[in-house]
C-alpha cells in the first residue's frame, strides 16, 4: 500500500490550501485516514483524520478553519485549508490505517507536502 500526498506550496496568511492524498495497492478496506503536520524543531502532530464512515477528529488548532473529507471510491482524503496562519508552516505527512486482507491493518505513512504560510 502506498500513500501519495499532494497539493503543497506558499501561501499568504488568510489563503487556502486543498492537500490531497490517494492510496493504492492491495486495499481491502480503510479504517481511518487523516493527516499530521511537523514543523521545524517540534514534534509531529495530529491535524485531523477521518473514518471511512466519515466521522472526523480535527485537532483544537485547527477547528473551524480545517475540514477533512473522504472520497471512498478513489481511496482518497482531503484536508481543506481556510484562513491559514503563519503557525500551520509545516511539512503535512498523510496517514492511514489501511485494511490489506480481511482481518489485516496496518498503518502507513506518505510523503510530506511543504505548507508554507508567508507573506
Known amino acids: 500500500v502506498q500513500l501519495q500526498a499532494s497539493g503543497g506550496g506558499l501561501v499568504q496568511p488568510g489563503g487556502s490550501l486543498r492537500l490531497s492524498c490517494a492510496a493504492s495497492g492491495s486495499i481491502f478496506g480503510i479504517n481511518y485516514m487523516g493527516w499530521y503536520r511537523q514543523a521545524p524543531g517540534k514534534q509531529r502532530e495530529l491535524v485531523a483524520t477521518?473514518?471511512?464512515?466519515?466521522?472526523?477528529n480535527l485537532a483544537g488548532a485547527v477547528k473551524g478553519r480545517f475540514s477533512i473529507s473522504i472520497d471512498n471510491a478513489k481511496n482518497t482524503v482531503y484536508l481543506q485549508m481556510n484562513s491559514l496562519k503563519p503557525e500551520d508552516t509545516a511539512v503535512y505527512y498523510c496517514?492511514?490505517?489501511?485494511?490489506?486482507?480481511?482481518?489485516?491493518?496496518?498503518?502507513?505513512w506518505g510523503n510530506g507536502t511543504q505548507v508554507t504560510v508567508s507573506s
Open positions: 496517514w492511514g490505517d489501511i485494511i490489506w486482507l480481511p482481518h489485516h491493518g496496518m498503518e502507513y
Open positions: 477521518i473514518t471511512d464512515g466519515g466521522k472526523t
